[in-house]
């Protein structure tokens, strides 16, 4: 899945961040499409993650951890902050968009895409996330954790239930 291109400001001082910022941009965004089940709503979000990150540059402490977790976390805590605002005003959560398949693909990868976009709506949104910072964008365990900004070990066993719902969820649907 790829995002759209993130424009940095040029004004922007500390190159090492815009040069992360860059590289996370599209990984963000499928973490932010994939919590919130919508491309666009995830477009603003990694924009207002990314706003946060350029205008409060004092925000990210490098003693307390690498910057990726850290800026993951400003873009699920702003998801989170969406998916609660469409609570209140809409009481159903947002289900995974399936995109279809592109021109390119071939039928079975898309068959197979769409069975698993299918699976991982049905799941629960910690579920979802847990899995897709793992597996999608390959984070280690110490990173998810902070990220999500819970015990390392519990990672684990999240990522376990998650996997074993997601398994099961396949076999329910073919």
Not at 101 to 120: F, K, W
Not at 149 to 174: Q, Y
């Amino acid at each position: 899945m790829s995002g759209p291109r993130v424009h940095i400001p040029e004004q922007m001082k500390n190159h090492d961040m815009q040069q992360q910022l860059v590289q996370l941009g599209n990984g963000a965004h499928a973490l932010a499409t994939q919590m919130l089940g919508n491309a666009n709503d995830a477009t603003d979000a990694v924009h207002d993650a990314i706003v946060k990150a350029l205008n409060q540059p004092g925000a990210y402490k490098a003693d307390t951890g690498p910057f990726a977790p850290w800026f993951l976390r400003v873009v699920r805590n702003h998801c989170i902050d969406l998916i609660r605002r469409r609570r209140s005003t809409d009481d159903k959560i947002a289900k995974l968009s399936n995109p279809g398949p592109g021109p390119e693909e071939v039928l079975e990868a898309a068959q197979r895409d769409q069975a698993l976009q299918q699976a991982l709506s049905h799941l629960k949104t910690e579920q979802r996330e847990i899995i897709v910072l793992r597996d999608y964008m390959d984070l280690g365990y110490a990173e998810i954790a902070d990220v999500l900004d819970i015990a390392p070990g519990t990672v684990m066993s999240r990522l376990h239930r998650a996997r074993m719902a997601l398994k099961e969820e396949l076999g329910n649907h073919g």
